[in-house]
């Protein structure tokens, strides 16, 4: 049995083996890829993101509870951008996580960055297709922190849970504002605590104001993820907002925008992968950049050289 | 006078437009930006870095009195990935910072990411070229957060200061790790805050256990920022790294892997606006999304098919 029929059987020490190598060697993941891809499509990705400290795990765990109570298989991701070394945090929500490992029906893995702090994104979409292959109905993202990175992952999700909580300061305040172009629906966790309220109120009046997309305003949910509280509703305003996009093939052409973008990037890489194997005989690259250095090109230059000696006349066609 | 010209003059809103420029219509910028590229490389950049709520622009206004007291010139970049909408944060901090804002030694910008969230690390670059050709001596960029984009702005630096501040809690232990790499230098400010002692305490033992690169320890400052207190050390240390850098040749193989760097990505999106163009014309990239999204071709088929017509056999060289 091939590592790839292995995966669409759901073995899960296959599952686990091609993702070491998708992290450690994507090369050699590659055909391995190849031959799933026409198995992925069938399951709903779920983005989950929030300041340190939301309880995102916490809901992610209550979250997969509820879908399998429901008769759904769950894949969890945990990626932590953050961290080049294994992720405290992520390594304590995965022990809360524990009765869930035990689930056949849930596979969970955490991801961070190992020392190179890129191909990560790349590297979450490729598992998200794993675990797919494998047969997860759902299959939850969860990162850590709101930046760049967090944002290029959560553009995989078919919709994307957005965690605040009451009482992070002010601060928050600015966090929330870049988080509103991505959430599909709104999560205030924690909403046992004092503000919670207020920060429900702050969301909607934001919502309000915000006229971006007028077909679909996030809901605002309500949870206390350590009691379970508010979970339910939480789940069907997934199912809703999936439902939403099914019904105006809104889902196809998120998803094809994710094909096109990871398409450029494969062929980015590749362009460059070769560019460099070119530009590297004889030293070539180190004098041009050593002219850059010296001033006496400027990168511009450089790189029109660069394209022009690869694409002949610097323009696309063979 | 060409806009290039009055920059080089030093002339403010020379600066400002071109700045203004790159980051709406980056194109237009780059004739300019290619006459200016031989007067650069004489400034010094401090990377800034740190949690929203660390006082990073309090104390880049106190570096930069000091700098000024020196007789140095200092341009001053604050970027904010985080929010697509006029950061509240970094309005508030730029009030702080008014005094330094009537001073014609010193040049303010705050940059955010006005609705794109790709870019503003390239936009970012730019300005400092921009600053750096103006004649300021000093160009400090501050970023909001600890994200890979804050990494990739901070790459640009020479050196990289990383602020820390006592009490918030114990989520910022995972946020730390991560930054230990980029870290030149560590500030933990509002030392006058209860365990500020534990926070450095904390760092220096995360500094002795990190066995990365032997030849430089961060050195850990200590100061309180709104009242100037351990900013004269600070101004010192960064002198003392530079002084290090230009010691081991370090300096310039910094400066030279962002060249490389810089040179890869302008090749990139020059060959990918090709490569668009090309298969753009007649609909056939979407015909190939199509088959990607029908599952009858895999996205890596899919990026060699691309990558094929564009280079002929694909292999690099003409």
């Excluded at 429901?70 to 070394?85: H, Q, R, W, Y």
């Excluded at 050289?305 to 066609?317: L, R, S, Y």
Aim: hydrophobic fraction near 40%; aromatic fraction near 4%.
């Amino acid at each position: 049995m091939t590592l790839a029929e292995g995966i669409l059987a759901g073995d899960q020490r296959a599952i686990a083996r091609l993702i070491t190598i998708v992290e450690n060697r994507p090369r050699e993941a590659i055909p391995a890829l190849q031959a799933l891809y026409p198995h992925t499509g069938k399951a709903l990705v779920v983005g989950i993101t929030g300041p340190p400290g939301s309880g995102k795990s916490t809901l992610v765990g209550r979250l997969t509870k509820r879908l399998r109570q429901l008769g759904k298989t769950v894949g969890i991701i945990a990626v932590d951008p953050t961290s080049p070394f294994t992720g405290g945090a992520i390594l304590g929500d995965r022990i809360r996580m524990q009765d869930l490992a035990t689930d056949p029906g849930v596979y969970i893995r955490s991801m961070g960055t190992r020392g190179s702090l890129g191909g990560l994104a790349k590297a979450t979409h490729n598992v998200i297709k794993i675990l797919d292959a494998a047969g997860k109905d759902y299959i939850f993202v969860e990162t850590v922190g709101v930046g760049q990175s967090e944002v290029d992952i959560v553009k995989t999700a078919d919709t994307t849970l957005v965690v605040l909580v009451p009482g992070l300061g002010d601060d928050i305040q600015t966090i929330k504002a870049g988080i509103l172009e991505i959430a599909d629906i709104f999560v205030v966790n924690k909403a046992d605590r004092q503000d919670a309220g207020r920060v429900v109120a702050e969301l909607e009046m934001m919502l309000d104001l915000s006229s971006k997309e007028v077909e679909w305003r996030p809901p605002v949910y309500s949870t206390v993820a350590t009691s379970g509280k508010g979970i339910d509703a939480v789940v069907e305003g997934i199912e809703q907002h999936i439902h939403y996009l099914c019904q105006n093939s809104k889902l196809e052409a998120r998803r094809r925008e994710r094909y096109r973008a990871e398409i450029m990037n494969i062929v980015k890489e590749g362009i460059i992968t070769q560019l460099l194997d070119f530009w590297s005989v004889g030293g070539k690259l180190e004098t041009l950049l050593a002219e850059v250095a010296a001033r006496e090109k400027d990168p511009y230059a450089a790189a029109w050289e660069i394209m022009q000696t690869f694409t002949g006349n610097g323009k696309g066609g063979s």
